[in-house]
């Protein structure tokens, strides 16, 4: 996967991505030999909670995908 954004380290030997989508800052997690296709997991909020999870889902090859929109607790914005 060709990934834009800034690059940086993430939990050794895994790279992050970080960019902008609509306003929301996007992370996603590379494995380092990624299973053909583009397979992915989503992370709740805190990224950087209980890597254990992440370690996991990475050394199964498939990318971990983070969307920073907090505080929405599952609910649509009032006007």
Not at 14 to 24: D, I, M, R, T, Y
Not at 67 to 74: A, I, K, N, S, Y
């Amino acid at each position: 996967m060709n990934l834009q954004g800034t690059r940086t380290p993430w939990i050794a030997p895994f790279e992050k991505h970080a960019f902008e989508v609509s306003g929301n800052r996007v992370t996603i997690v590379c494995p380092k030999h990624p299973v053909p296709g583009i397979y992915w997991a989503w992370k709740g909020e805190f990224l950087d909670a209980f890597p254990g999870t992440g370690w996991t889902l990475l050394e199964k090859r498939l990318y971990i995908v983070y969307l920073e929109f907090p505080d929405q607790f599952g609910c649509p914005e009032v006007e």
